[in-house]
């Protein structure tokens, strides 16, 4: 890329995924407006880089070929040239000398360097677990694609499978991923969902001793109350159960194995089976407690094994209700009578007695326990057992392992790439089977592909590279300044995207380790009657034939006027119309100019629209934009002659919002500065104020804004008054003592006495 001496600024949306259908109403109001503010930015001096790509790779384009018997890389191609036509007749300026699409060789190739490069570090690597699958997808899903127990793509309920998994070790990351997001300029919903995913957790292990049997350390966050712990939990997966003899347990473990994590966690009943021989002394207390497996416990979190306080922990205590287990309070709280005012050790404690919570938590941490941090954070599966991805570029040996493959590894053009559970790649033989790059022996190649979000992880530091194919970026690449797509999004795309800056950053290969500086989630656009567009209810809204009938400037306008750009609404066939109209306007007051001076009034409004349009243009406040331009151009219509320097001002301010009228108009608008507002005009010369005598307008005078209260009272010619109330700009009121008797009221109520103060 170029670099010019002017700042440079990376304005990037979200790259759509060409998969099904054209681009819809949705997509064009993430452009639209994105567009917008990366012409404003270039008019006012930036260096502006814009590039637009496809998302290629992935179920939803799969998915389609199989439903229409075509193939993702034949639609694709046609997709592109679409979609790519549609954004142009956007009238969006695109950097499309920067263009990359994930799905060719030449991206691609460098996703599977990024694979590489993590493989290497050792943040990618793989590991038999219980995954999520989702039967009609045939796919293995990441846990951030489970929503609410169901496949994100298809609704179909997720099952656990064990399987062999590749994933990369984002959890390594949790605290930076944390940390970083204090110094971004995100909406904050997003930062907190990030918080919530990533969910850290501050407590203590704790370790009872082993009677009969080995030790059990669990994880808590309420360390203080140890003594009220009356048994423990395992999680069905803890390996100290895994060769457990007893039968109910084996049962209990086989059954519970085949429930969902989040049915697990939602269990309406807590469920559990006592082991025959486990038993462990509390630290505490020195008490004896049984050992159950219960599956509320997930092996996933902390150490997969749970102190059971059934005085203060919900689950506990229903569990304990079910097995008549001890329940024994040792934490005062509000309710208890003989409270103090804060919660705190109750009973059977010791040396801990009278000690608030907080710090009983402290010091047994360091007496019986050991501090530690939980995430819930899970290493990100990567590998999936679809046709439509990036190959996994690692060949298999048995003698050495897995070996980096020499990259790119091409994704072959396969007939039949229908998922049958097993990856299609499979079957191909020409693919399967391979040399060991290392001990030249017969080896085989990995069969699955990445999952979209790894193409989509790194793309934004391709696009300046994106035709150099020697390095897939240089150590120079600069972050995204502005980020715009949509709030769904938020957790999984924004985290990874994040994670593999962080990677890329730690291994030297950039000098930023945050990727987008500043986030903005558009709005969504409704159907007409305020539902969510879905082609599956028949209300989707296309672009296409609006553009046809109104051109685009108009849709675009309308995009901007008719919604606030985080909020987004329903779509709307007459609010059109009216935008129309409004562009008809600027075309006359264009038209009507001429070489007069602009008068003070036209000065001010001029100025004024100025600086609130450039606050709104950077703080992708559009509709307030467009209504201060809306009353520029009424001020403009009213005076007799319309002078052309502030016409030409509008023209330029509209430019970034309908820019194919304003080229049209005047010819080069986009390489001309942004209109800089004009300081002296900024406070109004004169203002028309209301004189009053007693509270009753007697007249109205223009004053210069900034006289003096005495300056006006001479202004208005009143003499004699008592007291002077005066509203700066607005108002001037005589009070004239005596007052005037005013008939038929009470004297309480009689108005405009001056108040005693
Ligand atoms: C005893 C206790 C007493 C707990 C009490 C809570 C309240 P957060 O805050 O979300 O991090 N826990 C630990 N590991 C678990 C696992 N693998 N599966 C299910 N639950 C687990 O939750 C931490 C608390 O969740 C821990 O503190 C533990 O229960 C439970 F009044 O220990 B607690
Ligand atoms: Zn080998």
Redo the contacts with the bound molecule.
């Keep these: 890329m170029q670099h010019k001496k002017s700042k440079r600024y990376y304005a990037l949306e979200m790259f759509p995924y060409p998969s099904g259908s054209a681009l819809h109403m949705g997509h064009f109001f993430n452009f639209a407006p994105a567009d917008t503010h990366a012409r404003f930015k270039k008019m006012c001096g930036y260096d502006v880089f814009h590039p637009m790509g496809f998302d290629a790779f992935g179920l939803p384009a799969e998915n389609h070929a199989l439903k229409t018997d075509t193939h993702p890389h034949d639609n694709t191609l046609v997709n592109m040239e679409k979609f790519r036509a549609q954004l142009d007749e956007l009238g969006g300026m695109y950097d499309w000398d920067y263009t990359l699409t994930s799905c060719f060789p030449e991206y691609y190739k460098w996703t599977q360097w990024l694979f590489l490069e993590l493989f290497n570090a050792g943040l990618a690597y793989q590991k038999e677990s219980q995954v999520n699958w989702c039967n009609s997808c045939a796919t293995v899903i990441a846990n951030e694609q489970v929503v609410s127990g169901e496949c994100e793509r298809c609704s179909t309920s997720i099952i656990k499978k064990p399987m062999k998994q590749w994933f990369f070790k984002i959890t390594e990351f949790a605290e930076e991923l944390l940390e970083g997001l204090d110094r971004i300029d995100w909406p904050e919903r997003t930062k907190s969902a990030q918080r919530n995913w990533i ?1 850290k ?1 501050e ?1 203590a292990e704790v370790t009872f001793t082993g009677m009969e049997g080995p030790d059990i350390t ?5 360390i203080d ?1 140890l003594g009220g ?1 009356t048994f423990i939990a395992l ?1 069905p997966e803890h390996p100290l159960i895994k060769d457990d003899p007893s039968p109910s347990v084996r049962k209990y473990i086989a059954k519970s194995l085949e429930k969902t994590e989040l049915e697990r966690q939602e269990n309406k009943e807590k469920t559990g089976v006592k082991t025959d021989w486990l038993v462990v002394q509390n630290p505490m207390t020195g008490e004896q407690i049984p050992i159950f497996v219960a599956d ?4 996933g ?7 059971g ?1 059934p005085a ?2 919900e689950c ?1 205590f229903e569990f304990a209700k079910k097995y008549n287990l001890e329940i024994r309070k040792v934490i005062k709280t509000d309710e208890d009578k003989d409270c103090i005012t804060e919660d705190g050790i109750l009973i059977n404690s010791g040396k801990y007695d009278g000690l608030a919570s907080a710090q009983a938590r402290e010091k047994m941490t360091s007496d019986l326990g050991k501090s530690r941090i ?1 995430y819930r954070l899970r290493d990100w599966s990567v590998s999936r057992q679809r046709y439509w991805g990036a190959p996994i570029p690692i060949i298999h040996c048995d003698k050495c392992g897995a070996i980096p493959a020499e990259i790119p590894v091409i994704l072959p053009y396969l007939k039949d790439f229908k998922p049958k559970g097993a990856p299609p790649l499979a079957n191909d033989k020409e693919f399967l089977n391979a040399t060991c790059p290392k001990c030249k022996g017969d080896a085989h190649r990995d069969v699955e592909t990445l999952d979209t979000f790894v193409c989509s992880s790194w793309y934004f530091l391709r696009y300046p590279y994106a035709n150099r194919d020697d390095v897939p970026f240089e150590k120079s690449v600069q972050p995204v300044d502005v980020y715009v797509g949509g709030a769904e999004h938020s957790v999984m795309h924004l985290l990874y995207a994040r994670f593999v800056v962080k990677a890329l950053y730690k291994m030297g290969h950039i000098g930023f380790d945050e990727p987008f500086k500043r986030m903005i989630h558009q709005g969504m656009i409704l159907a007409p009657d305020g539902q969510k567009m879905a082609k599956s209810k028949g209300n989707t809204v296309s672009p296409d034939g609006y553009i046809k009938e109104f051109g685009s400037d108009v849709v675009r306008l309308y995009m901007l006027f008719g919604f606030n750009y985080v909020d987004g609404g329903p779509w709307s066939d007459g609010a059109l119309r009216s935008t129309a109209k409004f562009i008809d306007r600027v075309k006359r007051v264009f038209d009507n100019k001429s070489d007069t001076k602009p008068s003070p009034e036209i000065e001010h409004i001029r100025a004024t629209t100025i600086k609130a349009v450039r606050e709104d243009l950077d703080s992708f406040s559009f509709n307030t934009a467009v209504a201060r331009c809306m009353e520029f151009v009424n001020a403009l219509m009213a005076e007799k002659q319309v002078p052309a320097e502030a016409v030409i001002d509008l023209i330029k301010l509209l430019a970034p919002m309908i820019p194919v009228t304003a080229e049209k108009l005047l010819p080069g608008v986009h390489d001309m500065p942004f209109p800089v507002a004009n300081e002296k005009f900024l406070t109004k010369a004169e203002a028309e104020i209301v004189v009053q005598v007693n509270s009753k307008i007697t007249d109205r005078i223009t004053i210069p804004t900034n006289a003096t209260q005495e300056q006006v009272e001479k202004l208005a010619g009143v003499t004699g008054a008592q007291k002077v109330i005066y509203i700066a700009g607005k108002l001037i009121n005589f009070l004239v003592w005596p007052l005037p008797p005013i008939v038929g009221k009470s004297k309480e109520k009689s108005e405009g006495r001056p108040s005693e103060k």
């Design positions: 969910g957790s407590g669990v994880f808590t966050t309420r109350t712990a999680a509320y416990v997930l092996m979190y902390g150490t997969g094994a749970v102190m306080v203060h922990d506990d939980t």
